[in-house]
């Protein structure tokens, strides 16, 4: 039991299964309290991982909430690291200010620590409040309407010979999950999928679809074998000088250029459509540099992933660095004070480590700066440009970026 300010008292505990109901309800009316689809509440049901989950009560109302999903994340040179996910974060408006976001964030990181995982991560529905909780937005997405009466493509060798044809979403799912599967190592960012993830992807609620058709799928076919897929929705819209319908992309993943470029030249030319609605894609994603015109594709980027180093050490060792790397961090982290201090990092494309020392310092920063930069997405250097980040020996910051560099952008594939 803790009591706040005005001698309160509310009871942080894990989340029980017969608790559920009241827990999502809570999570549910600080979203807005717009009802989900039985199908939607049965998923998350199905997905909530009670002993990772907390709840704060007050008396017998919920009135916090806070999970943690057990995910593994590709990280720069392709190893698999476990994480954890922080979701379902919420505080009732009737108890704000209150430090119950503190005491969920404060019992949260202590647990992932103790549950071996080197960082935590997020996706903010507001991203001012978890900086001071040590998250650094580490990687960004990419939306785009895409004017496709405007806008060709220039397709590469090889599409012609990749079939597109039409399927059912939930009945082609496996096939989808193992392209998606053989990408994960490839970029940093991207998670692997734990079973009943793969849900989610299929997941179709009228409410969701804004007056689009249900989910459509397509999949890119070479020589037998599926190379490719995409999930899309149209919206038909009717004006007076003609049909002027929407195509709204949900998921898409290919294995090689070709088979990326003859979906994408598929969506470009379906019927009675003039834009293409892309959300939530990779900065990088290739078709970009397919377009004819790339104003008339309205590119914005959208902050996306949000790491948060819990073990210092641990983290920047399961990475690899594209240059050599040798380096003294002097980091701050008051929240978790068992990283503060500093760290020698030594390492390359083969490996590295990262031990406490008393050498003197090359770079000094906080551990949020160092969640952005950790997955190769935000250069240190630029960090050091806004003065998030102190060079204290010169050339350290050039060695250091340089090294934390990826090869391929970072991407989160989907929310969580």
């Not at 017969?18 to 998350?44: I, Q």
């Not at 309407?145 to 597109?164: A, F, K, Q, W």
């Not at 000094?364 to 969640?371: D, F, K």
Request: aromatic share 8%; hydrophobic share 40%.
């Amino acid at each position: 039991m803790a009591s706040d300010a005005n001698g309160l008292s509310t009871d942080l505990r894990v989340l029980r299964q017969d608790d559920w109901d009241k827990w999502y309800n809570t999570l549910s009316r600080g979203f807005g309290g717009v009802p989900e689809a039985a199908e939607e509440r049965e998923l998350w049901n199905s997905l909530t991982e009670f002993d990772r989950s907390l709840g704060v009560w007050d008396g017998d109302e919920c009135v916090g909430t806070a999970g943690a999903f057990s995910f593994r994340l590709t990280v720069p040179g392709g190893a698999s690291l476990p994480v954890a996910g922080v979701t379902m974060v919420s505080v009732a408006a009737t108890h704000r200010r209150r430090g119950i976001l503190t005491s969920m964030m404060r019992r949260q990181l202590d647990d992932v620590r103790t549950w071996g995982e080197p960082l935590a991560v997020l996706t903010a529905s507001e991203p001012a409040i978890y900086g001071r909780f040590g998250y650094g937005n580490a990687t960004f997405s990419l939306h785009a309407e895409i004017d496709t009466s405007r806008v060709r493509l220039s397709v590469p060798d090889g599409t012609d010979d990749v079939r597109v044809r039409y399927a059912a979403p939930a009945e082609v799912l496996d096939v989808c999950e193992a392209v998606y599967a053989r990408l994960v190592p490839a970029r940093p960012g991207m998670l692997e999928r734990r079973p009943g993830w793969e849900r989610l992807g299929v997941l179709d609620p009228e409410s969701e679809r804004d007056g689009a058709s249900p989910l459509q799928c397509v999949l890119a076919e070479r020589d037998g074998e599926t190379v490719g897929y995409a999930r899309y929705r149209v919206k038909p819209v009717w004006e007076s000088p003609g049909p002027n319908g929407r195509v709204v992309l949900e998921d898409a993943a290919a294995l090689d250029p070709a088979a990326d470029a003859a979906l994408w030249r598929f969506l470009f030319g379906i019927d009675l459509t003039s834009t293409i609605v892309v959300r939530g894609r990779p900065v990088d994603d290739a078709w970009q540099y397919l377009a004819s015109d790339v104003r008339r594709c309205n590119l914005r980027l959208r902050d996306s992933l949000y790491v948060r180093p819990v073990e210092v050490g641990a983290a920047l060792e399961a990475r690899t660095y594209q240059a050599p790397v040798d380096v003294v961090f002097e980091v701050e982290d008051a929240f978790c004070p068992w990283n503060a201090g500093r760290w020698r990092l030594s390492g390359d494309a083969k490996g590295a480590s990262c031990e406490r020392t008393a050498d003197a310092t090359d770079l000094a920063l906080s551990v949020r700066e160092l969640g952005a930069a950790y997955l190769g997405g935000v250069s240190l250097a630029s960090l050091g440009a806004a003065g998030r980040v102190r060079e204290v020996r010169r050339g350290a910051l050039a060695e250091a970026s340089l090294g934390f560099g990826a090869g391929a952008v970072p991407w989160l594939p989907h929310g969580f």
